[in-house]
């Protein structure tokens, strides 16, 4: 097996996962809507789909997984049985056996070992089947069941002098691609002679409709044995059995000195070959590489965007030998214009609809109900909204974790509702909507809302702040209790939350793709969770600064303002110097110090570059201001990951490279 | 044709002596030009160039093998080469040639732990008359 299946993998992976997903859908439908076959026949679709690719791909215990589903949903399709909870609670556990299996395969190359039995088992029991027969999936198959007509060519065959032969072959499990080793097999039977009978039938074979065994019926000239030396030819055949068919009779009689059943020695090579494969997959770099699909239209302008920029270059090139200015200026603006348009596009190429997210949240959302005793109604609009790919991997835990929060904490139980006068039913809305250059999720919920003396009593008891503190502090200051490290306000400690991981990580893994996070809250009527996200983290918005004859980026983002102050403001306390602005303390940060430029000489005014994280201010001392300009991030890669308060670099307009200041470590 | 491939090395001088790095690791050798620098950075790492439009980080050699520092002139050169995912341009006072080094011709380093820099050498070469020391980047190229 030479076939390098690798390169695959990626294709495979995005698109049983798109498939997963559409099942995940259909799934929580058919929960609510038990009788519809529509949706039965969907999933038998989507369940058929992944077979087959799985298959191809050598995940077995996919393939089989997914072959029980389907017969299963078969037997639901043709009505023997009815959809019922527990089918739809074991059909979403065969979801989640795919669904690691196809995250194991995205970390190392190759599916979960499990092979599903007790699964299985609960897909057979629906089915009323017994067990025993089938679980060992090793029971030979069945002999030919031969129908008159091909007993009437065998016996034609022997009158003329052929041989007619029943080949039993069994591939061995390792084996790939089962159809394709399947139709080299009957290649080389079909140059022997003519295949008269075969089981499962031709067409099955082809689209995988087989475990390991098949067998077939075959007429020729050839002896027994220089059948069963050609076939020994062929790798990844476990075993072979051939035996003589006379004369019509039934050939499942025949006596076992006919048999020839040899266990291959080929069978030993071919599993190293094997095991070689399966190495290779593991050493593939380990993890799946990303992947965006994108609109085929979205491709088309961008090269034709290209083709503009070619087209303007040789204009440029023209008009480099001529002095003549009004044209260049005319070129240079056509040039900016094409700039920004592909900037525009390739930004279209890497967005992908929000929805990649929310889609896993009604199913998440539904197991949570049903572990809690809630009942809770996800209702999400906006999921069409686009955001760059890396904002889609970051965005999606704190948004679990704020779900979470709404159903456990947020969400009174059934009695309690009805108690104050709300439907038993709890409502969680999850929304998003471009705002600008933003993109905005909110969270919301129909719960008791943010019980303000409970969160003191606990930021008290946590050691958060003082009991005097807590007194003064208004609503707004007590939510931003909830975001500080180790807080968490739920009594009891449930699997849901509660498990150490607060609030505090939701936002700064926020911040950290410069968004922000704020709270609305009122008692008994619910709480809000607004979430604001750049679109895009490859392209900010910067002001750009220098320092002796370096220059810094800093995030527009997280400047609050720039100011001038008298350096005989300042003030040193106990090492941390301070000024007073706007009424509060300011604490500063020498920048020269921190990236070891030469100080300024001492000037009486300094420039003060105020910047935040989260609710805390620091003014950063500058020597210049050079303006703002939109700059594209680079990494600084690997090798430079571990320097201390930058976050990238830049390119500048004249090539070279200006760092960008990670404000985040700085304060 | 591997073998050809494998062997081969590109060599340049370091304080008088020859070293290699193997061929296929090397993307290309630029001459000297203009650093930014990376505060608070490994004090070996000069700063980062821009290469067509990638941020490469520059590593002096010499500072890194625990040579002494000497200015770079004319003759230096940046040596952009990778490992694994990690591309960084190693600065050498210049570069020669591209040598084939059998490998019966390789000998492994003197164990005698000297100097700190024998972790980073995976074996000395041998070519007509001239030894080069050949780099172990998977050492250099560590983070």
């Known amino acids: 097996m030479d076939l390098d299946i690798n390169q695959y993998i990626d294709v495979f992976v995005e698109e049983a996962r798109e498939h997963l997903q559409n099942m995940n859908d259909v799934l929580l439908e058919l929960e609510k809507n038990s009788s519809n076959l529509e949706l039965v026949n969907e999933i038998f679709r989507v369940a058929h789909t992944i077979k087959g690719m799985s298959g191809t791909m050598g995940f077995n215990n996919m393939a089989n997984l997914t072959h029980e589903?389907?017969?299963v949903l078969q037997a639901a399709r043709s009505n023997e049985i009815s959809i019922n909870e527990e089918v739809v609670d074991i059909l979403f556990e065969c979801f989640d056996a795919l669904d690691s299996s196809v995250n194991s395969i995205i970390e190392g190359g190759k599916e979960s070992q499990d092979s599903n039995d007790s699964l299985i088992e609960k897909l057979w029991k629906i089915l009323n089947k017994d067990q025993s027969n089938k679980l060992d999936g090793k029971s030979r198959s069945e002999s030919c069941k031969l129908n008159e007509y091909t007993e009437e060519i065998i016996y034609k065959a022997s009158m003329e002098g052929l041989n007619a032969?029943?080949?039993?072959?069994?591939?061995?499990?390792?084996?790939?691609?089962?159809?394709?080793?399947?139709?080299?097999?009957?290649?080389?039977?079909?140059?022997?002679?003519?295949?008269?009978?075969?089981?499962?039938?031709?067409?099955?074979i082809e689209d995988e409709k087989f475990k390991l065994e098949f067998s077939v019926i075959?007429?020729?000239?050839?002896?027994?044995?220089?059948?069963?030396?050609?076939?020994?030819?062929?790798?990844?055949?476990?075993?072979?059995?051939?035996?003589?068919?006379?004369?019509?009779?039934?050939?499942?009689?025949v006596t076992a000195e006919e048999n020839v059943e040899i266990k291959l020695e080929s069978t030993e090579s071919s599993n190293e070959e094997n095991h070689k494969t399966e190495k290779n997959i593991q050493n593939r770099s380990g993890k799946v590489g990303k992947t965006v699909r994108v609109d085929i239209d979205r491709l088309d302008n961008l090269m034709n965007l290209v083709s503009e920029l070619i087209?303007?270059?040789?204009?440029?090139?023209?008009?480099?030998?001529?002095?003549?200015?009004?044209?260049?200026?005319?070129?240079?603006?056509?040039?900016?214009?094409?700039?920004?348009?592909?900037?525009?596009?390739?930004?279209?190429?890497?967005?992908?609809?929000?929805?990649?997210?929310?889609?896993?949240?009604?199913?998440?959302?539904?197991d949570l109900a049903k572990e809690l005793d809630k009942e809770i109604d996800l209702q999400m609009s906006g999921e069409e909204t686009e955001v760059d790919r890396t904002v889609?991997?970051?965005?999606?835990?704190?948004?679990?974790?704020?779900?979470?929060?709404?159903?456990?904490?947020?969400?009174?139980?059934?009695?309690?509702?009805l108690e104050h006068g709300k439907p038993e039913q709890g409502?969680?809305?999850?929304?998003?909507?471009?705002?600008?250059?933003?993109?905005?999720?909110?969270?919301?919920?129909?719960?008791?809302?943010?019980?303000?003396?409970?969160?003191?009593?606990?930021a008290i008891q946590k050691g958060i702040v003082t009991e005097r503190e807590a007194d003064t502090l208004s609503n707004e200051e007590i939510i931003r209790l909830l975001f500080a490290p180790g807080f968490s306000t739920s009594d009891k400690i449930s699997d849901i939350s509660g498990r150490g991981v607060g609030l505090d990580v939701v936002k700064s893994k926020i911040e950290s793709i410069n968004g922000t996070i704020e709270v609305e809250s009122e008692p008994y009527k619910g709480t809000k969770f607004i979430i604001r996200i750049p679109l895009t983290l490859a392209i900010i918005q910067a002001l750009l600064v220098k320092l002796d004859e370096e220059i810094f980026a800093i995030p527009l983002s997280s400047i609050n303002e720039i100011t001038n102050v008298d350096s005989s403001n300042i003030?040193?306390?106990?090492?941390?110097?301070?000024?007073?602005?706007?009424?509060?303390?300011?604490?500063?940060?020498?920048?020269?110090?921190?990236?070891?430029?030469?100080?300024?000489?001492?000037n009486e005014e300094l420039i003060v570059v105020i910047v935040r994280?989260?609710?805390?201010?620091?003014?950063?001392?500058?020597?210049?201001?050079?303006?703002?300009?939109?700059?594209?991030?680079?990494?600084?890669?690997?090798?430079?990951?571990?320097?201390?308060?930058?976050?990238g670099a830049t390119i500048l307009g004249n090539g070279n490279i200006s760092l960008i200041l990670d404000i985040n470590s700085l304060i | 044709m591997h073998s050809e491939i494998d062997n081969k090395y590109v060599i340049f001088k370091l304080n008088k002596e020859y070293y290699g790095v193997p061929i296929n690791q090397v993307i290309s050798i630029e001459r000297m030009q203009k650093f930014t620098r990376i505060p608070n950075g490994p004090h070996y790492v000069k700063g980062v160039i821009n290469l067509r439009g990638e941020v490469i980080p520059i590593i002096d050699l010499r500072d890194k093998l625990n040579m002494e520092i000497k200015e770079v002139d004319n003759n230096s050169r940046i040596i952009i080469v990778s490992n694994e995912d990690i591309v960084a341009g190693l600065i050498v006072d210049s570069s020669s040639e591209v040598l084939e080094i059998s490998r019966e011709n390789v000998d492994k380093p003197p164990n005698t732990a000297e100097n700190d820099y024998m972790e980073y050498i995976y074996g000395i070469g041998k070519s007509d008359e001239k030894l080069i020391i050949l780099l172990d980047l998977s050492r250099i190229l560590e983070y």
């Open chain 1, 613 to 647: 994280k989260g609710d805390k201010q620091a003014g950063l001392i500058v020597d210049n201001l050079l303006g703002q300009q939109e700059i594209v991030i680079k990494s600084l890669g690997k090798y430079l990951s571990g320097v201390k308060y930058l976050s």
């Open chain 1, 571 to 602: 003030r040193d306390i106990q090492g941390q110097e301070i000024v007073l602005y706007r009424g509060k303390t300011l604490p500063i940060i020498r920048l020269n110090e921190i990236l070891g430029t030469k100080p300024r000489d001492d």
């Open chain 1, 165 to 204: 032969f029943e080949i039993d072959i069994k591939l061995s499990e390792t084996c790939m691609l089962k159809s394709a080793r399947a139709f080299i097999i009957f290649n080389t039977l079909e140059s022997f002679g003519e295949i008269i009978y075969s089981n499962p039938s031709v067409e099955d």
């Open chain 1, 427 to 458: 409502t969680v809305v999850l929304k998003s909507y471009p705002d600008g250059n933003n993109v905005v999720i909110e969270v919301e919920d129909d719960g008791k809302g943010i019980d303000y003396n409970k969160v003191k009593k606990k």
């Open chain 1, 392 to 417: 889609i991997d970051e965005i999606g835990d704190p948004l679990i974790h704020l779900i979470r929060n709404s159903i456990d904490h947020g969400i009174e139980i059934p009695s309690e509702r």
């Open chain 1, 69 to 71: 589903m389907e017969n």
């Open chain 1, 311 to 366: 087209i303007i270059k040789t204009r440029m090139d023209d008009l480099s030998g001529s002095n003549n200015g009004e044209n260049m200026s005319e070129a240079i603006e056509y040039l900016e214009r094409i700039t920004t348009n592909l900037h525009d596009a390739v930004m279209k190429v890497r967005m992908v609809p929000i929805e990649r997210v929310f889609n896993r949240f009604p199913r998440m959302v539904r």
């Open chain 1, 218 to 253: 075959l007429i020729t000239q050839l002896e027994k044995d220089m059948v069963f030396k050609e076939l020994n030819q062929i790798s990844e055949i476990e075993s072979i059995t051939i035996d003589h068919l006379e004369k019509g009779k039934v050939a499942a009689a």
